[in-house]
């Protein structure tokens, strides 16, 4: 069974970082692009970015909204992916989704999400 | 980045009903369209992708359809398990975006 956990939300000031981490089991981590998506309250969908597979040399793409401050990584011994956010902002508060991608570019399973919340 | 609308925001139906979402791209982004589902404090489900092509274990009665600009979601025939909201995305053209979503509530 496909299974993505997400962890480290939490409160955090503006200006100031948090990392959130994803481990995946039920598949072949290294195989899939995975990507982070977030949904501030009562929102929709945005997505935040992407970190593609080895064979695609781990480039990453990003919103936007986020580029410049948020970094994704991951580490594929460890079968996890990281969303490094520096420079917060209340308009960051959201619950944050990991998903994994197939190449192909299809979000196919997300995480239970962990929440985020900005504020001093 | 490419503009993804739906209509309508929100539709009231009942269960056996025949239910249509439509979304729309502010520009061609060929067949790389998908539809989600989700509930309240739960993650998306995939249920399309590719405009047409249906998830592994999603019920059959739901459908998808177009290309290029204009797609539409199809539920043959309501079940009270799809009382939720709806989102189309475009993985075409970076960054993915998605539409603004329909929820699907009881009439």
């Known amino acids: 069974e496909v299974q993505l956990v997400e962890s480290g939300g939490g409160l955090v000031q503006p200006g100031g970082s948090l990392r959130l981490s994803c481990v995946g089991s039920?598949?072949?981590?290294?195989?899939?692009?995975m990507d982070w998506v977030r949904q501030a309250p009562g929102k929709g969908l945005e997505w935040v970015g992407r970190?593609?597979?080895?064979?695609?040399?781990?480039?990453?793409e990003y919103a936007a909204s986020v580029k410049g401050r948020f970094t994704v990584s991951r580490d594929d011994s460890e079968n996890s992916v990281y969303l490094q956010m520096n420079s917060l902002k209340t308009e960051d508060t959201a619950v944050y989704y990991c998903s994994r991608s197939p190449p192909g570019g299809i979000l196919d399973y997300w995480g239970q999400g962990s929440p985020v919340t900005v504020s001093s | 980045d490419i503009q993804m609308t739906q209509s309508p925001s929100t539709l009231s139906a009942s269960i056996g009903d025949r239910v249509t979402i439509t979304c729309r791209a502010s520009q061609s982004i060929s067949d790389s369209l998908a539809w989600f589902q989700q509930k309240p404090g739960k993650a998306p489900k995939l249920l399309i992708y590719?405009?047409?092509s249906l998830e592994s274990g999603v019920p059959s009665r739901f459908s998808g359809s177009g290309s290029g600009t204009d797609f539409t979601l199809t539920i043959s025939s309501l079940q009270p398990d799809d009382f939720a909201t709806y989102y189309c995305q475009q993985y075409k053209v970076y960054s993915f975006t998605f539409g603004p979503g329909t929820k699907v509530d009881i009439k």
């Open positions: 039920g598949f072949t981590f290294s195989d899939h692009h």
């Open positions: 970190i593609r597979n080895r064979p695609r040399s781990y480039t990453t």
């Open positions: 590719k405009a047409s």
